[in-house]
């Protein structure tokens, strides 16, 4: 009984102190809850805003603010004191990231024709050497091929020396020699065991 008393205590302790951990890490940032709730003091805190106010990154903003960042606005467009104001750029800027920027030549190796390559916003005319071709705004080498080799036969008129097969009938005929000396051999050898 006090085994399951002091397991009973260990599994309390153990999910009040997981529980509080927990509690106390809720947020740590604004972006950690939801988008109408604020994090104070390690807490989600849902926003209160009065009725000429909406909700917008985690904030109370007047409602006629149409914009907080440029990004709000379009692409034409820049954010300036809650409101999206059209951009009036001269003739030699461009609108680039909701501002007017310096109209250049060229941004990209794609703005200019195949045979350029953009080179601080100018297009460049390549000149690739003779062995290399233009590709892709670019000079590329040729690949190199290896020379072809062809089998050459050489046929001669020399005869060919062959060496003749041996045949069967001087092979037995060898065994035939042993076997006769082999004979006379033994005979001699056994008169003079005799003597």
Do not use: W
Request: glycine fraction near 4%; proline fraction near 2%; charge should be negative.
């Amino acid at each position: 009984m006090k085994k399951l008393i002091f397991i009973l205590f260990c599994v309390f302790v153990l999910i009040g102190i997981s529980t509080l951990a927990f509690a106390a890490d809720e947020c740590d940032y604004n972006s950690d809850c939801f988008s109408d709730e604020k994090c104070s003091g390690n807490e989600c805190v849902e926003l209160d805003c009065s009725h000429n106010e909406i909700i917008r990154n985690h904030k109370c903003v007047e409602e006629y603010d149409e914009c907080d960042y440029n990004s709000d606005c379009f692409s034409d467009e820049r954010c300036s004191n809650g409101e999206c104001r059209e951009l009036d750029c001269s003739s030699n800027e461009i609108i680039r990231n909701h501002r007017c920027e310096q109209r250049y030549e060229c941004y990209y190796n794609t703005d200019c024709v195949y045979d350029q390559k953009c080179l601080n916003n100018n297009c460049i005319t390549l000149f690739c050497s003779a062995d290399s071709y233009i590709q892709n705004h670019a000079c590329v080498k040729k690949a190199v091929e290896e020379p072809k080799t062809e089998l050459i036969t050489i046929y001669s008129t020399a005869p060919i020396y062959t060496q003749p097969a041996v045949q069967e009938s001087s092979f037995e005929s060898a065994i035939m020699l042993f076997l006769i000396i082999g004979i006379i051999a033994g005979f001699i050898l056994g008169l003079l065991a005799a003597r």
